[in-house]
């Protein structure tokens, strides 16, 4: 779903031209992707965050109440991590950064239809049983460096340009790194790292 008219043909254009994706339904709006998602019951959603009237994440909030199984990949080119927390807590699955390629969007694409989609950090389970903190072998050196990263704050772009590595590779240690400490947030993220003595 995107309010821009060219975003929507490039869209529904890389997914024609996929022989894994078809595209059931394009919105310009939130009101238009409500009604017609639940009655598609697609099993991927692509949904730009900043659309006019109703947000992108306020449709995701809605959209996830109506249909839990749904997996939303939140589309922006803001990347930042107050936006990325909202869209995780109104239940955002996954997170594709403009501008991207066909293969970066298909690979996305991939992950979100695909059967680890669940391990996503979005919809990761929050561990609150109070037990000891995660063992520092749970985490790879690369994984260790991403978080020394966000633990200093880094937005993921800086993250890339620090590690000498591609944003999407950034994206991915994070799915990996939620995944492993069982958190789905930047900020439990950090705080189970810290609390394990992996810093």
């Keep these: 779903m995107d309010d821009n008219e060219d975003a929507r043909r490039f869209l529904k254009w890389i997914l024609e031209q996929s022989d894994e994706f078809s595209c059931v339904g394009s919105y310009a709006s939130?009101?238009?992707?409500?009604?017609?998602?639940?009655?598609?019951?697609?099993?991927?959603?692509?949904?730009?965050?900043?659309?006019s009237a109703m947000s992108g994440i306020e449709c995701t909030?809605?959209?996830?109440?109506?249909?839990?199984?749904?997996?939303?990949?939140?589309?922006?080119?803001?990347?930042?991590?107050?936006?990325?927390?909202?869209?995780?807590?109104a239940g955002g699955d996954r997170w594709l950064a403009k501008p991207f390629t066909v293969e970066q969007c298909l690979a996305e694409l991939r992950f979100a239809a695909g059967p680890?989609?669940?391990a996503a950090p979005?919809?990761?389970e929050v561990d609150?049983?109070?037990?000891?903190?995660?063992?520092?072998i749970r985490l790879t050196k690369r994984e260790?460096?991403?978080?020394r990263c966000f633990a200093k704050g880094l937005l993921y772009k800086e993250i890339a340009d620090e590690l000498s590595i591609s944003f999407s590779a950034v994206n991915k240690h994070?799915?990996?790194i939620f995944r492993k400490l069982q958190v789905n947030n930047a900020r439990e993220a950090i705080g189970k790292w810290r609390d394990s003595q992996c810093a």
Excluded at 30 to 51: F, T
Excluded at 128 to 136: K, L
Excluded at 144 to 147: L, P
């Design 30 to 51: 939130g009101e238009e992707a409500l009604a017609e998602i639940s009655r598609l019951r697609p099993g991927v959603v692509l949904m730009d965050v900043r659309i």
């Design 61 to 89: 909030r809605r959209l996830k109440g109506l249909l839990p199984g749904l997996v939303v990949v939140l589309v922006s080119g803001v990347v930042d991590l107050a936006t990325m927390l909202e869209a995780r807590q």
């Design 116 to 118: 680890d989609a669940s």
């Design 122 to 124: 979005y919809s990761a």
């Design 128 to 136: 609150r049983s109070g037990g000891a903190g995660p063992e520092c």
């Design 144 to 147: 260790n460096e991403v978080m």
């Design 174 to 176: 994070q799915h990996n």
